[in-house]
T-cell receptor
Framework: SQELEQSPQSLIVQEGKNLTINCTSS?????LYWYKQKYGEGLIFLMM?????EEKSHEKITAKLDEKKQQSSLHITASQPSHAGIYLC????????????FGGGTRLMVKP | NAGVTQTPKFQVLKTGQSMTLQCAQD?????MYWYRQDPGMGLRLIYY???????DKGEVPNGYNVSRLNKREFSLRLESAAPSQTSVYFC?????????????????FGDGTRLSIL
């Protein structure tokens, strides 16, 4: 079965600083989703990557899928308190279907 | 836009009791999912329904049953609750259906049900 490992598990940054979260898969990634979860709430879809080398941005958040398609990174530029939460990566399996395997999450705190 | 609605938001049960978690989506999505989230373990798929009338097991189905009542609603039932089922349960839905080999349709999540079993 596919396993996703996220690093770091938790992160505290000063407001305005840049940061990167990594998601490494034990198998080839056929599709990689990034979600954000606010404490005590549901998951909010951020973006999806499918092609090796693909990069997408939404406001100050950029995600990239590496060429070998076994790792994705999420980069936040000039972090703000509103970026605080838990970031989760979810991967599509190689077989048919829409089932996702999730990483353990990265807990981000942004200090004003 | 309600999206995915889960009820109840909180529930406390005693060991051995049964209950049903309700989920409804108003986005005309084809597939629906039930996950549980435990500290340090991310989300794990319990059951999913690729389309109305079909259900399949996910990674951790033991102790649970599901019903896809219609296209909008997908319920999760605990027949005899155990302390190990204490968790946060999330329902999700997606436009994907079994006619697609793979998917680029994201799953949209509800706000979760926090369930404690004593």
């Amino acid at each position: 079965s596919q396993e996703l490992e996220q690093s770091p598990q938790s992160l505290i940054v000063q407001e305005g600083k840049n940061l990167t979260i990594n998601c490494t898969s034990s198998k080839t990634l056929y599709g990689l989703y990034w979600y954000k979860q606010k404490y005590g709430e549901g998951l909010i879809f951020l973006m999806m990557l499918q092609k090796g080398g693909e990069e997408k941005s939404h406001e100050k958040i950029t995600a990239k899928l590496d060429e070998k398609k076994q790792q994705s990174s999420l980069h936040i530029t000039a972090s703000q308190p509103s970026h605080a939460g838990i970031y989760l990566c979810g991967a599509l399996g190689g077989n048919a279907g829409n089932m996702l395997t999730f990483g353990g999450g990265t807990r981000l705190m942004v200090k004003p | 836009n309600a999206g995915v609605t889960q009820t109840p938001k909180f529930q406390v049960l005693k060991t051995g009791q049964s209950m049903t978690l309700q989920c409804a989506q108003d986005m005309n999505h084809n597939s629906m999912y039930w996950y549980r989230q435990d500290p340090g373990m991310g989300l794990r798929l319990i059951y999913y329904s690729a389309s109305e009338g079909t259900t399949d097991k996910g990674e951790v189905p033991n102790g649970y049953n599901v019903s896809r009542l219609n296209k909008r609603e997908f319920s999760l039932r605990l027949e005899s609750a155990a302390p190990s089922q204490t968790s946060v349960y999330f329902c999700a839905s997606s436009l994907w259906d079994s006619g697609y080999a793979m998917s680029n349709q994201p799953q949209h999540f509800g706000d979760g049900t926090r369930l404690s079993i004593l």
